[in-house]
């Protein structure tokens, strides 16, 4: 308890910190107002503690997210959703908003992420890795292909040589999730962030070094932000050291 204490105490500080810009006379300006953030599902945990934290610290700062695939997401943008934001879960649906032009200057990469089998919590069917996803009594759900996780699981299985028809293909890892953790599948390869979130509702299985494929997260401020110093200060707190330590704690590792 002492330790998650300090560590809210550490990421206030550095939020409270962090909310000022310095302006051209060199005085430090306080970033105030609101922004809206589009982030991939499997950030929903983390980039809710930041969330919570930076408000808290700065009241007049208010952060409000926008959950999805990152494929959902990159489309919401350039139909002209009002985000100021874009956290995406892979490099493809970041460079379409570049490509659109509609990224305010370049992304940046700001965590990465490993795949991983979650199963019924104590694994009752006991399923020891990709090759057990192909056998008739495991129930398998994926997010759809045109979603990252989706993306990554075909890759990860395509390198194990595993053939497996997924009982549904979800629009969302965290719907992966949940179906699993309800008990209406088997098993769906999520991210480990993922199953760290569901508290022991859902057991991990472990993918090898051969067959695991990395996610990498990049991030960007929107073109046309209604509050580019603030958009800007989240994504600078994210890449420094305190907010690289906050998205440990959720399973994230370094870009």
């Given at each position: 308890m002492k330790v998650h204490l300090v560590s809210a105490f550490v990421l206030a500080t550095a939020l409270v910190l962090s909310a000022c810009t310095?302006?051209?006379?060199?005085?430090?300006?306080?970033?105030?107002?609101?922004?809206?953030?589009?982030?991939?599902?499997s950030l929903t945990d983390a980039f809710r503690q930041v969330g919570d934290q930076m408000m808290k610290a700065k009241g007049d700062v208010r952060l409000t997210f926008n959950f999805g695939s990152s494929s959902t997401l990159a489309t919401q943008i350039t139909n002209g959703a009002p985000a100021d934001v874009f956290a995406s879960a892979d490099d493809a649906n970041m460079q379409k908003i570049v490509d659109s032009k509609l990224a305010d200057g370049s992304s940046k990469g700001f965590a990465s992420n490993r795949l991983q089998i979650a199963v019924a919590a104590g694994n009752p069917k006991k399923i020891g890795g990709?090759?057990?996803?192909?056998?008739?009594?495991?129930?398998?759900?994926?997010?759809?292909?045109?979603?990252?996780?989706?993306?990554?699981?075909?890759?990860?299985?395509?390198?194990?040589?595993?053939?497996?028809?997924?009982?549904?293909?979800?629009?969302?890892?965290?719907?992966?999730?949940?179906?699993?953790?309800?008990?209406?599948a088997d098993a769906g390869i999520?991210?480990?962030?993922?199953?760290?979130?569901?508290?022991?509702?859902?057991?991990?299985?472990?993918?090898?070094?051969?067959q695991q494929v990395i996610a990498h997260y990049p991030i960007a401020v929107v073109k046309g932000s209604k509050n580019a110093p603030l958009a800007n200060r989240f994504i600078d707190f994210l890449v420094s050291p305190n907010g690289q330590n906050t998205l440990a704690e959720f399973g994230f590792s370094k870009p």
């Open positions: 310095t302006s051209s006379t060199g005085v430090d300006t306080p970033v105030v107002g609101e922004v809206t953030i589009f982030a991939a599902s990709l090759d057990d996803l192909a056998r008739p009594d495991v129930v398998l759900v994926l997010a759809a292909p045109t979603v990252p996780a989706g993306k990554y699981a075909l890759e990860a299985m395509n390198k194990a040589g595993v053939v497996a028809k997924p009982l549904s293909q979800e629009v969302d890892v965290r719907a992966v999730l949940n179906k699993v953790s309800l008990g209406e999520v991210y480990v962030t993922d199953v760290m979130s569901a508290m022991g509702r859902v057991t991990g299985v472990d993918i090898p070094e051969q």
